[in-house]
């Protein structure tokens, strides 16, 4: 009993972390494709070097839909046009006059502070279109860009905070924070000034998450309702139908039995420096055995024995029907919070049923 049990436990774990897999990678696919933590990034420097876009309007997103529908489509792309040649040799100063600008009470001049600090970030930027492709700045990276503008203002950092004031950037009121707080030290300034966007990094990518969090549960929605995922029946199948349990079980491997699988997996996965070996376990389950776990979806496949290719079966009013029968809903609500999940718990579960244990290479 103990053996159907564990039996068990590997198919619902092996179906859990092929959708969650599949979540993951269609999530990814989206966000490569639309660019969006490129995006992401950028609107929060564009709010913080230049403030907002006009009216009171941020250029971060406020809404998740916002996030993969007016940030990626709207003809306002936050990131700085990429520019292939090497950034300039010489910072140019602010070309702006405080004393000038506050004298009259003229309106703040244009000045695209966000442009000049991607001057200085151009060596870490790589060809991908006509925009620049950086999603990621390492704080002491942004510490070095915004010192190399220090360098170029006569009168150094508060020269620098005195012309922010002037544009109205929102950079100007966090710069004089640090610099007060380093007790005007350039060293301390400079650490400041990491910690700083460190823990605007950090709070930016908890924002993100959150926002990615409803774009998953929307994919895992959509994935559970597409493959027709019903756990509850899943589950029932694996523990009454013991030849069924037993292809289950056997993905990986192609044997008959629990044991045929984990030697399989320890075989193909647990191989020097693979700590979180995903796609290892991709390709482990890419045998034709997999499409008995996705049997009622909206098309179904079929790969009979020999040399013969995969056969597909469109049947979308069973699918259907399946779909609005009220006690396969139970099931599918299972399977969408298990997708919550996401891939590496389901493969961490997985590699504790089976006793796989990835070796780091010495």
Same mark, same amino acid.
């Given at each position: 009993m103990i053996s159907v049990y564990v039996d068990l436990a590997i198919g619902l774990v092996l179906a859990f972390l092929l959708l969650s897999l599949l979540v993951s990678g269609v999530n990814e696919a989206i966000v490569r494709l639309l660019g969006i933590r490129s995006k992401f990034l950028w609107a929060y420097l564009r709010d913080t070097l230049d403030g907002g876009r006009g009216k009171g309007v941020s250029w971060i997103p406020s809404k998740v839909l916002d996030v993969f529908a007016r940030l990626p489509f709207s003809r306002h792309d936050p990131r700085p046009v990429h520019d292939p040649e090497p950034a300039p040799p010489v910072v140019e100063p602010v070309p702006v006059d405080p004393e000038v600008v506050l004298a009259t009470e003229a309106p703040a001049p244009a000045v695209d502070m966000t442009k000049r600090l991607y001057e200085r970030l151009q060596e870490i930027d790589?060809? /991908?279109?006509?925009?620049?492709?950086?999603?990621?700045?390492?704080?002491?990276?942004?510490? #070095?860009? $915004?010192? /190399?503008?220090v360098a170029a203002e006569k009168e150094g950092v508060e020269g620098l905070i005195a012309k922010l004031e002037a544009v109205r950037s929102p950079l100007a009121g966090h710069?004089?924070?640090? #610099?007060?707080?380093?007790?005007?030290?350039?060293?301390?300034?400079?650490?400041?000034? /990491?910690?700083?966007?460190?823990?605007?990094?950090?709070?930016? &990518?908890? $924002?993100?998450?959150?926002?990615?969090?409803?774009?998953?549960?929307? $994919? =895992?929605?959509?994935?559970?309702l597409l493959f027709s995922m019903d756990s509850l029946e899943y589950g029932k199948t694996l523990l009454r139908d013991n030849a069924y349990r037993a292809a289950v079980a056997a993905i990986a491997g192609g044997g008959e039995s629990t044991a045929e699988l984990k030697d399989s997996l320890r075989d193909r996965c647990a191989v020097a420096g693979s700590?979180?070996?995903?796609?290892?376990v991709t390709e482990v389950? &890419?045998?034709?055995?997999?499409?008995?776990?996705?049997d009622h =979806?909206?098309? &179904?496949?079929?790969?009979?024995?020999g040399d013969s290719g995969p056969s597909f079966t469109f049947d979308a009013g069973a699918w259907w029907s399946r779909l609005t029968t009220i006690g396969h809903w139970p099931g599918y609500l299972i399977t969408v919070f298990a997708l919550l999940f996401g891939a590496s718990f389901w493969w961490d579960i997985l590699r504790r049923l089976t006793g796989i244990r990835g070796s780091r290479s010495s």
């Open positions: 790589r060809p /991908e279109g006509a925009r620049t492709s950086i999603a990621d700045i390492p704080p002491e990276r942004f510490a #070095w860009a $915004l010192l /190399e503008l710069l004089r924070g640090v #610099w007060e707080g380093a007790q005007r030290d350039m060293g301390r300034f400079r650490k400041g000034v /990491e910690d700083w966007f460190d823990g605007e990094m950090q709070r930016l &990518s908890r $924002l993100y998450r959150r926002y990615v969090k409803w774009v998953v549960f929307t $994919l =895992a929605v959509a994935l559970t700590v979180e070996p995903y796609s290892c389950f &890419s045998s034709p055995a997999l499409v008995k776990i996705f =979806a909206v098309m &179904s496949v079929t790969i009979p024995a």
